[in-house]
């Protein structure tokens, strides 16, 4: 009998490792997982899906699978014939959730959350076909709301960024074939960079502190020369500056220039 106690010890130890992180997983896959090693299975790419194989036979795994030892845990996914379908979830090297998210036949499918490494919800997307799409959030670690998009074909077409105490800091939206990316500080706007959605037009406007137009900057890049136009509130372009003619006239438009890159990075 003393010969089954460690056997029957470990079996336990394991069963509470996932009992204790698996509330999302069904029960008939908690009582008929396989545990199996970190290295014992590969990945293999077949027509722009990942399927799972044994290292030894090299067949496509089916079943629950626990990546771990009686210790810890790395993953868990759900396969059928190689595809991941249902839950997959990996764990931080400290044993705290990192992601859980939803494949159906090999591509993801329903939300995915992402966890900091103290085990905070950080981000929930949702997705289609592989594809992401709907309202997409990410949180600071103390639970404050940080960002919220909506996305369409993987592309982010209307966004809200806040601060520490829900302040909005930044905002995107499409207006008129243009992506405008706004700045606020103290409830205001104090830049809008300005991107259209069809052709390589650029620029930026900068706010004084009553929202009347400081200044309308376009980069525009024509060969090998690189220009700085001015343009009115109306968007008429009042002055050109060529960067390798004129490189003095650009010191007047440096800290603006700077200041742009900075935000956009």
């Not at 009998?1 to 908690?30: A, G, N, Q």
Request: hydrophobic share 30%.
């Amino acid at each position: 009998m003393k010969l089954f106690k460690p056997l029957l010890l470990t079996i336990y130890s394991i069963i509470l490792i996932l009992l204790s992180s698996c509330k999302d997983t069904p029960e008939e896959d908690l009582l008929n997982f396989t545990l199996i090693e970190k290295n014992s299975y590969f990945i293999d790419s077949y027509d722009g899906l990942s399927v799972y194989r044994d290292n030894k036979s090299r067949k496509p795994l089916n079943g629950y699978y626990v990546v771990g030892d009686k210790f810890k845990k790395w993953e868990e996914f759900k396969v059928k014939n190689g595809l991941l379908n249902g839950l997959n979830i990996v764990f931080h090297s400290n044993g705290e959730i990192f992601s859980k998210s939803n494949y159906q036949n090999g591509t993801l499918n329903g939300e995915e959350k992402i966890y900091s490494l103290s085990g905070k919800l950080k981000t929930i997307n949702k997705y289609k076909n592989g594809i992401r799409y709907g309202k997409s959030l990410s949180y600071f670690e103390n639970g404050q709301l940080k960002s919220e998009s909506k996305i369409e074909d993987e592309k982010v077409i209307e966004s809200v960024s806040y601060d520490l105490i829900g302040n909005i800091v930044s905002q995107i939206f499409i207006d008129d074939g243009k992506k405008i990316t706004q700045y606020v500080q103290g409830g205001k706007v104090f830049s809008e960079h300005i991107s259209s959605t069809y052709d390589s037009f650029e620029a930026t406007k900068f706010y004084n502190q009553d929202g009347s137009l400081k200044l309308y900057l376009q980069m525009l890049e024509d060969g090998d020369n690189f220009y700085i136009i001015e343009r009115n509130e109306a968007g008429d372009e009042i002055k050109r500056t060529n960067a390798k003619t004129n490189p003095e006239e650009l010191l007047k438009y440096q800290q603006f220039i700077e200041g742009t890159k900075l935000l956009l990075n």
